[in-house]
Each structure stands twice: as C-alpha cells, then as structure tokens.
C-alpha cells in the first residue's frame, strides 16, 4: 500500500517525476510510474493502488483536464475524501466537478527551493496520512538485565580473614591444613547459599 497516489497525464510525466521525488524525500511511498506487472491489465492494477493510497494527488494541467482517466482517478479519490488537486505547470480551468475544492499552486515550484505553497502543501498531507507507512520504527536496544549481587559487610570480611591468620599461624602442620579444608568448605557453603539466594530472588 502506498501512501500517495498521484494521478496524472502521460505527457506531464517529467514534471511530475520531481514533485513525486519530493514526496518520496519526505518518507512517504508514492505511486506514480505506472510500470504494470506482467499478465496483470492496466484498470486492475490502477483501481487497486487507487483504492489502498491515503491520499490521491491529482495534477490538473491542460493535458490532464482533457484525460478522462485522471478525471476517472480524481473522482474516486474525491469520492473517498482523499483528494488532494495541485496546479503544477499552469494555470488551468478545473473540470467543474472538481472546482469547489482548493487546489495547491505550485507552477513556480521547482525541486530543492524554498516554496511557501509547497510547505503548505507537504503540511496538510502530513495532517491528513500521518508518518509513512513505509517508516520503520526501530525498538530500543537490548539491555541485559544486571544480575543481582550480594556481599558480606566490609567489616564481617577483615574479621574473618584476621581470625583465620591468627588461627593458621598458631597451629601446627597437619592442624593447619585441617583448618585451611574447613575454612574451604565454610567458603563454599557460603557461596552456594549467595547462589541460591540470587535464583530466588
């Protein structure tokens, strides 16, 4: 589905091809060159992206309003709500059916200049379709959640380790090593009860 279609006549094209350009700078999809897939018909393809687009640009120039297919697109669109008219190479008679409905001037525009009625124009499609279906919005970065950690005062610590010098300095070989398994065991018991306690919590 794009967001824009822009209905137009064949001999505008080149025109058109920048303002489509513009659009397409902007974020929005557009459907304007009329490329048709193979064993697909014209009428098909044309009423399928007339009928998903947000909103139907039509371009009214002399060989447009002599077009009874961009007529065709622009009632559809005006049908829909979704019409937007744009006068784009010169100042033209709209076809009466389409006179009530304000159309954007823009035959001085020119691609890549500052244009009064071209931001106008650009805002009140922004009003109307919104950010680009083709925008993709990215979700944030994975965080890995930090892991809870648990330790002993400072204090708890030093006592320990003073206690366990004193004890070790004063016993004999075989005490000493009897002492150094204990005090192993005490520490990992400690360890696995942080651990449990982590998967708890």
Do not use: C
Not at 4 to 11: D, P, Q, T, V
Not at 21 to 34: I, M, P, Q, T, Y
Not at 104 to 133: C, N, P, V, Y
Not at 169 to 185: G, Q
Request: hydrophobic share 45%; no cysteine.
């Amino acid at each position: 589905m794009s967001d824009i279609f822009i209905s137009y006549a064949s001999e505008d094209r080149e025109r058109v091809k920048s303002m489509a350009h513009a659009l397409e700078r902007k974020g929005w999809s557009v459907w304007w060159d009329r490329r048709i897939p193979t064993g697909r018909s014209f009428d098909e393809v044309i009423e399928e992206a007339l009928d998903a687009a947000k909103a139907v640009v039509v371009v009214w120039t002399k060989a447009s309003v002599n077009s009874t297919w961009v007529k065709n697109e622009a009632r559809k669109g005006m049908r829909r709500g979704v019409l937007f008219p744009v006068l784009l190479l010169e100042e033209v008679k709209i076809p009466l059916e389409f006179e009530h409905l304000q159309a954007a001037h823009l035959m001085d525009w020119r691609s890549g200049k500052a244009h009064a009625g071209f931001d106008q124009f650009l805002e009140d499609l922004d009003g109307f379709i919104g950010t680009s279906s083709s925008t993709v919005v990215q979700p944030p970065p994975f965080v890995p959640p930090q892991e809870p950690t648990q330790s002993f005062p400072e204090s708890f610590r030093e006592g320990f380790m003073e206690e366990f010098r004193e004890q070790f300095s004063s016993k004999s070989t075989i005490d000493n090593i009897a002492l150094a398994i204990s005090v192993v065991m005490v520490v990992v018991g400690l360890l696995w009860w942080l651990y449990l306690s982590v998967l708890k919590g």
